[in-house]
């Protein structure tokens, strides 16, 4: 474990990838945050990291929603997800980030997350469904809640990527229906808010879902001083491969599919359960 550097399970001829969670703190410029992505995802890749996440809310962020918050809000052919495009072609990397998505009523936004390749085009965008209407917040007041619809996932060196936002974390079946869907990696982009047990919280929950699910998540989290920080990596037996603690910085980890496959071979649950997952 490692708060700067590489780490894993599986060598680089392991047929593994190199993956990246990138922890800052977003304020309210777009272009400020945009500067801080580059130079964090040019950082990962030095490292050799092939993926980068990026937190909730990268786009734009104040410790308040408010009017200010919609105004800052693009859409997906917007200024912040080009300068994504931008910097992930530059690098050749995959994207992962948290953005302010413009709606089309204009009353609300939606909490999108928006992943991009490295030819520059949009690979996934997922608009987060559980809305953070807990410990005294009303992100609901703000931010529309997203469709459930088929999840979406992308492809990764052998590995298919799922997508899920913070709060869902607190919701087993958002991972295990990404899981049905294919997904063997699932990234968390996140605004995990400090507070009392609030770090336990996010702690048991990142590594619950990997557990759980016999996968790697890689959860990203804003850095201090709202956010948690505490940007993990998780494998399938629930071991932290990379982990950051309160810096602004990157960790980087190599997965490799033969974890997985090993894994599952010890502990069968995935295969053995017997209830599925429904929208209510």
């Not at 309210?28 to 995802?41: G, P, Q």
């Amino acid at each position: 474990m490692t708060e700067s550097g590489v780490s894993g399970l599986g060598s680089h001829g392991d047929s593994s990838v190199g993956v990246a969670v990138a922890q800052f703190a977003p304020g309210d410029d777009t272009a400020a945050n945009l500067a801080s992505i580059r130079d964090l995802a040019t950082l990962a890749v030095e490292r050799g990291a092939s993926l980068v996440v990026f937190p909730e809310y990268s786009s734009y962020f104040t410790p308040d929603l408010g009017a200010h918050s919609l105004a800052a809000a693009e859409p997906l052919d917007g200024p912040f997800v080009a300068g994504l495009e931008a910097i992930a072609k530059v690098l050749g990397v995959h994207l992962v980030a948290g953005m302010l998505e413009k709606t089309a009523g204009g009353d609300r936004f939606s909490n999108t997350v928006v992943a991009v390749g490295p030819t520059g085009a949009i690979v996934a965008a997922y608009r987060k469904i559980h809305l953070y209407d807990a410990f005294g917040q009303r992100e609901s007041e703000w931010v529309r809640p997203g469709d459930i619809e088929a999840p979406e996932t992308f492809p990764l060196a052998g590995f298919t990527v799922g997508i899920q936002t913070c709060y869902d974390l607190r919701f087993p079946e958002v991972t295990r229906r990404l899981v049905d869907a294919g997904a063997d990696l699932v990234v968390v982009p996140s605004e995990w808010v400090r507070g009392p047990l609030k770090e336990q919280h996010w702690r048991t929950l990142v590594t619950a879902r990997a557990l759980e699910n016999t996968i790697f998540v890689a959860a990203a989290d804003q850095a201090p001083p709202i956010g948690a920080g505490n940007s993990m990596i998780v494998d399938p037996m629930g071991v932290e491969l990379a982990t950051l603690g309160e810096e602004t910085s990157v960790a980087v980890a190599w997965l490799a599919r033969s974890r997985i496959e090993s894994v599952r071979e010890i502990n069968p649950a995935l295969r053995m359960r017997r209830f599925g997952v429904h929208p209510l």
